[in-house]
């Protein structure tokens, strides 16, 4: 979606794990490397059980916590992380995040209810 600010990670073609800052200005999105409207210092990602989890230090704008959120599945072709389908999952994955009290909420993911972000969350 335009104006989305998205921490990416995937493992490219050499087998590598990549984790980036991606910013979305048009709807031809190739999720290429750039600056978002916070600063994001340290980002890394590994792939665990199937998963990624992307660690990164956030920046927050002064006096805002809570943030929406979304997670999306999508293709690698070679070194680039493609566009994601505009179905199944990826149109239920939103809900929000406080990075003060750690409160997931609103969940239109598959683990469905509320969450706290676990004690070693850095995120």
Known sequence: ????????AFKNSSGQIQAYTAP?????????????????????????????????????PSGRTSFNQVWQNGQVSGQA??????SGDNMRSFGSVD????????????????????PKAEV
């Open 24 to 60: 979305i200005a048009d709807y031809l999105a190739q999720f290429r490397q750039g600056s978002l409207s916070f600063n994001v210092p340290r980002i890394e990602a590994e792939f665990l059980n199937n998963e990624y989890i992307i660690f990164a230090t956030l920046e927050l």
């Open 99 to 118: 990075f003060a009290t750690g409160q997931l909420g609103n969940d239109g993911g598959s683990r469905g209810g509320s969450r706290k972000l676990g």
């Open 1 to 8: 979606m335009v104006g989305t600010q998205c921490l990416v």
């Open 81 to 86: 992380l493609q566009a994601h389908s505009q």
